[in-house]
Protein backbone atom coordinates (compact mmCIF):
# COMPACT_ATOMS: atom_id res chain seq x y z
CA UNK A 1 0.00 0.00 0.00
CA UNK A 2 1.69 3.55 -0.85
CA UNK A 3 2.77 5.94 1.77
CA UNK A 4 -0.01 8.44 1.03
CA UNK A 5 -2.66 5.42 1.32
CA UNK A 6 -1.32 4.80 4.78
CA UNK A 7 -1.30 8.23 5.65
CA UNK A 8 -5.17 8.70 4.46
CA UNK A 9 -6.16 5.64 7.18
CA UNK A 10 -4.43 7.32 9.85
CA UNK A 11 -5.95 10.19 9.43
CA UNK A 12 -9.62 8.43 8.61
CA UNK A 13 -8.65 6.48 12.18
CA UNK A 14 -8.22 10.03 13.69
CA UNK A 15 -11.58 10.98 12.31
CA UNK A 16 -13.46 8.17 13.44
CA UNK A 17 -11.78 8.56 16.70
CA UNK A 18 -12.89 12.02 17.16
CA UNK A 19 -16.31 11.32 16.20
CA UNK A 20 -16.70 8.43 18.59
CA UNK A 21 -15.51 10.59 21.48
CA UNK A 22 -17.68 13.44 21.04
CA UNK A 23 -20.73 11.01 20.45
CA UNK A 24 -19.40 8.56 23.33
CA UNK A 25 -19.15 5.99 21.44
CA UNK A 26 -15.61 5.02 21.77
CA UNK A 27 -16.12 2.11 23.64
CA UNK A 28 -18.55 0.56 21.30
CA UNK A 29 -17.37 -2.56 19.94
CA UNK A 30 -18.44 -1.95 16.25
CA UNK A 31 -15.96 1.38 16.79
CA UNK A 32 -13.08 -0.50 18.56
CA UNK A 33 -12.46 -3.10 15.26
CA UNK A 34 -13.45 -0.62 12.88
CA UNK A 35 -10.37 1.81 14.61
CA UNK A 36 -8.33 -1.81 14.76
CA UNK A 37 -9.10 -2.73 10.91
CA UNK A 38 -8.12 0.01 9.65
CA UNK A 39 -4.69 0.60 11.60
CA UNK A 40 -4.25 -2.81 11.21
CA UNK A 41 -5.09 -3.04 7.51
CA UNK A 42 -6.73 -5.52 7.49
CA UNK A 43 -10.43 -6.65 6.60
CA UNK A 44 -10.61 -3.52 4.11
CA UNK A 45 -13.02 -5.49 2.09
CA UNK A 46 -15.12 -6.76 4.16
CA UNK A 47 -15.86 -3.39 5.41
CA UNK A 48 -16.12 -2.23 1.77
CA UNK A 49 -19.33 -4.81 1.71
CA UNK A 50 -20.78 -3.44 5.04
CA UNK A 51 -23.80 -1.49 3.90
CA UNK A 52 -23.02 2.18 3.91
CA UNK A 53 -25.46 3.44 7.19
CA UNK A 54 -24.21 0.52 9.45
CA UNK A 55 -20.70 1.82 9.65
CA UNK A 56 -21.11 3.60 12.25
CA UNK A 57 -23.65 3.42 15.07
CA UNK A 58 -26.72 4.72 14.81
CA UNK A 59 -26.92 7.73 17.21
CA UNK A 60 -29.22 8.85 20.13
CA UNK A 61 -29.78 12.13 21.85
CA UNK A 62 -27.27 12.29 24.91
CA UNK A 63 -28.66 15.40 26.61
CA UNK A 64 -32.69 15.08 25.87
CA UNK A 65 -31.67 11.10 26.98
CA UNK A 66 -30.34 12.90 30.40
CA UNK A 67 -33.48 15.37 30.53
CA UNK A 68 -35.83 12.42 29.87
CA UNK A 69 -33.86 10.47 33.01
CA UNK A 70 -35.13 13.78 35.21
CA UNK A 71 -38.48 13.75 33.71
CA UNK A 72 -38.70 9.58 35.21
CA UNK A 73 -37.78 10.72 38.45
CA UNK A 74 -39.83 14.27 39.13
CA UNK A 75 -42.84 11.84 37.43
CA UNK A 76 -42.18 9.10 39.70
CA UNK A 77 -42.43 11.73 42.97
CA UNK A 78 -45.35 13.33 41.18
CA UNK A 79 -47.02 10.18 41.27
CA UNK A 80 -46.27 8.87 44.63
CA UNK A 81 -47.43 12.60 46.33
CA UNK A 82 -50.92 11.93 44.94
CA UNK A 83 -51.74 9.34 47.02
CA UNK A 84 -50.21 10.76 50.45
CA UNK A 85 -52.86 13.45 51.16
CA UNK A 86 -55.53 10.67 51.04
CA UNK A 87 -53.00 8.89 53.48
CA UNK A 88 -51.95 11.41 55.97
CA UNK A 89 -55.97 12.16 55.94
CA UNK A 90 -56.88 8.12 56.79
CA UNK A 91 -54.03 8.25 59.36
CA UNK A 92 -55.11 11.36 60.92
CA UNK A 93 -58.93 10.18 61.16
CA UNK A 94 -57.68 7.05 62.30
CA UNK A 95 -55.57 8.64 65.11
CA UNK A 96 -58.38 10.80 65.64
CA UNK A 97 -60.92 8.30 66.11
CA UNK A 98 -58.66 6.44 68.83
CA UNK A 99 -58.27 9.67 70.33
CA UNK A 100 -61.80 10.32 70.60
CA UNK A 101 -62.92 6.86 72.13
CA UNK A 102 -60.50 7.74 74.73
CA UNK A 103 -62.02 11.34 75.67
CA UNK A 104 -65.41 9.77 75.33
CA UNK A 105 -64.74 6.91 78.01
CA UNK A 106 -62.86 9.46 80.02
CA UNK A 107 -65.32 12.25 79.65
CA UNK A 108 -68.94 10.38 79.60
CA UNK A 109 -71.41 13.56 80.36
CA UNK A 110 -69.63 16.11 77.86
CA UNK A 111 -71.35 16.96 74.84
CA UNK A 112 -68.57 17.22 72.09
CA UNK A 113 -68.97 15.70 68.65
CA UNK A 114 -66.54 13.99 66.48
CA UNK A 115 -65.43 16.73 64.40
CA UNK A 116 -65.02 19.44 67.39
CA UNK A 117 -62.98 16.86 69.11
CA UNK A 118 -60.88 16.03 65.90
CA UNK A 119 -60.31 20.15 65.61
CA UNK A 120 -59.71 21.16 69.29
CA UNK A 121 -58.38 17.57 70.43
CA UNK A 122 -58.48 18.28 74.12
CA UNK A 123 -55.82 17.34 74.90
CA UNK A 124 -56.00 13.57 73.93
CA UNK A 125 -54.99 14.39 70.08
CA UNK A 126 -51.36 15.36 68.89
CA UNK A 127 -51.44 18.64 67.24
CA UNK A 128 -50.17 17.33 63.92
CA UNK A 129 -53.18 15.18 63.42
CA UNK A 130 -56.05 17.88 63.96
CA UNK A 131 -58.41 18.72 61.64
CA UNK A 132 -56.56 22.00 60.30
CA UNK A 133 -53.11 20.70 60.41
CA UNK A 134 -54.19 17.85 58.15
CA UNK A 135 -55.63 20.09 55.82
CA UNK A 136 -53.07 22.07 55.61
CA UNK A 137 -50.63 19.46 55.00
CA UNK A 138 -52.80 18.23 52.49
CA UNK A 139 -52.80 21.61 50.64
CA UNK A 140 -49.24 22.09 50.68
CA UNK A 141 -48.85 18.41 49.05
CA UNK A 142 -51.65 19.59 45.99
CA UNK A 143 -49.55 22.75 45.41
CA UNK A 144 -46.49 20.82 45.29
CA UNK A 145 -47.90 18.15 43.12
CA UNK A 146 -49.38 21.41 40.18
CA UNK A 147 -45.88 22.53 40.88
CA UNK A 148 -44.29 19.62 39.46
CA UNK A 149 -46.65 19.30 36.70
CA UNK A 150 -45.73 22.43 35.03
CA UNK A 151 -41.75 21.49 36.01
CA UNK A 152 -42.85 18.30 34.13
CA UNK A 153 -44.51 19.68 31.19
CA UNK A 154 -41.57 21.91 30.86
CA UNK A 155 -38.64 19.56 30.95
CA UNK A 156 -40.84 17.31 28.47
CA UNK A 157 -41.29 20.03 25.92
CA UNK A 158 -37.47 20.55 26.22
CA UNK A 159 -36.04 17.08 26.12
CA UNK A 160 -38.35 17.07 22.74
CA UNK A 161 -36.82 20.33 21.75
CA UNK A 162 -33.18 19.49 22.45
CA UNK A 163 -33.73 15.53 20.86
CA UNK A 164 -34.91 17.03 17.73
CA UNK A 165 -32.08 19.34 17.81
CA UNK A 166 -29.31 16.68 18.67
CA UNK A 167 -30.52 13.62 16.09
CA UNK A 168 -30.21 16.73 13.11
CA UNK A 169 -27.06 17.76 14.10
CA UNK A 170 -25.51 14.11 15.00
CA UNK A 171 -27.03 12.81 11.37
CA UNK A 172 -25.54 15.18 9.61
CA UNK A 173 -21.93 14.67 10.91
CA UNK A 174 -22.59 11.08 10.92
CA UNK A 175 -23.74 11.34 7.16
CA UNK A 176 -20.54 12.97 5.83
CA UNK A 177 -18.16 10.48 8.14
CA UNK A 178 -19.96 7.81 6.67
CA UNK A 179 -19.51 8.82 3.07
CA UNK A 180 -15.91 9.18 3.95
CA UNK A 181 -14.93 5.83 5.31
CA UNK A 182 -17.09 4.03 2.41
CA UNK A 183 -15.53 6.01 -0.23
CA UNK A 184 -12.12 4.81 1.39
CA UNK A 185 -13.08 1.32 1.85
CA UNK A 186 -14.32 1.58 -1.74
CA UNK A 187 -11.46 2.77 -3.42
CA UNK A 188 -8.72 0.59 -1.12
CA UNK A 189 -10.30 -2.81 -1.48
CA UNK A 190 -8.88 -5.40 -3.01
CA UNK A 191 -10.00 -7.01 -5.85
CA UNK A 192 -11.02 -10.94 -5.67
CA UNK A 193 -13.09 -12.88 -7.47
CA UNK A 194 -15.99 -11.94 -5.26
CA UNK A 195 -16.15 -8.45 -5.54
CA UNK A 196 -15.16 -8.28 -9.26
CA UNK A 197 -18.21 -9.71 -10.14
CA UNK A 198 -20.10 -7.35 -8.08
CA UNK A 199 -18.04 -4.36 -9.33
CA UNK A 200 -18.85 -5.86 -12.91
CA UNK A 201 -22.04 -6.43 -12.44
CA UNK A 202 -22.65 -2.45 -11.23
CA UNK A 203 -20.58 -1.66 -13.78
CA UNK A 204 -22.57 -3.34 -16.57
CA UNK A 205 -26.29 -2.06 -15.24
CA UNK A 206 -24.94 1.42 -15.00
CA UNK A 207 -23.98 0.84 -18.78
CA UNK A 208 -27.20 -0.51 -19.41
CA UNK A 209 -28.74 2.22 -17.76
CA UNK A 210 -27.01 4.67 -19.67
CA UNK A 211 -27.61 3.19 -23.16
CA UNK A 212 -31.24 2.98 -22.64
CA UNK A 213 -31.19 7.26 -21.74
CA UNK A 214 -29.22 7.55 -24.98
CA UNK A 215 -31.12 5.47 -26.69
CA UNK A 216 -34.06 7.64 -25.17
CA UNK A 217 -32.21 11.20 -25.95
CA UNK A 218 -31.86 9.83 -29.57
CA UNK A 219 -35.23 9.27 -30.07
CA UNK A 220 -36.64 12.45 -28.82
CA UNK A 221 -33.46 13.85 -31.04
CA UNK A 222 -34.84 12.47 -34.06
CA UNK A 223 -38.28 13.36 -33.46
CA UNK A 224 -37.44 16.99 -33.46
CA UNK A 225 -34.87 17.00 -36.44
CA UNK A 226 -37.78 15.45 -38.37
CA UNK A 227 -39.70 19.04 -37.58
CA UNK A 228 -37.18 21.28 -38.73
CA UNK A 229 -37.43 22.24 -42.74
CA UNK A 230 -34.54 20.77 -45.15
CA UNK A 231 -31.62 22.36 -45.90
CA UNK A 232 -32.51 22.77 -49.89
CA UNK A 233 -36.11 23.89 -48.35
CA UNK A 234 -34.37 26.85 -46.47
CA UNK A 235 -32.44 27.99 -49.66
CA UNK A 236 -35.32 28.51 -51.78
CA UNK A 237 -37.29 30.24 -49.05
CA UNK A 238 -34.16 32.94 -49.07
CA UNK A 239 -33.89 33.05 -52.73
CA UNK A 240 -37.78 33.84 -52.69
CA UNK A 241 -37.80 36.03 -49.67
CA UNK A 242 -34.39 38.07 -51.91
CA UNK A 243 -36.38 38.26 -54.85
CA UNK A 244 -39.83 39.83 -53.03
CA UNK A 245 -37.41 42.14 -51.38
CA UNK A 246 -35.84 43.51 -55.16
CA UNK A 247 -39.32 43.28 -56.58
CA UNK A 248 -40.62 45.87 -53.91
CA UNK A 249 -37.23 47.98 -54.23
CA UNK A 250 -37.61 48.12 -57.66
CA UNK A 251 -41.19 49.53 -57.94
CA UNK A 252 -40.29 52.48 -55.33
CA UNK A 253 -37.81 53.21 -57.45
Known sequence: MPNSSRKEHELLAEKISLWAIENQQFDSRHIQDLLKDLNSKSNWNYWSSVEANNLLPKLGSLNSKRLRDRYQKFLFARNLLVFLPVTITWIAISEASSSFSEFTAANEGSVVNFLQFWQDGYGYLLP?????????????????????????????????????????????????????????????????????????????RDL???????????????????????????LREIKTLNQEVRKLKNSRD
Not at 145 to 174: C, F, H, N, P, W
Not at 211 to 230: A, D, H, W, Y
Open 128 to 204: VWRLSSVALIDFLILALIMVLTIILQLVSSQAEKLESVEIERGSLSRGVLIREIFDFFSRNQKITGLNFDKTLANSL
Open 208 to 234: SKSTRNLEQITKELNKSVKGFPSYLKI
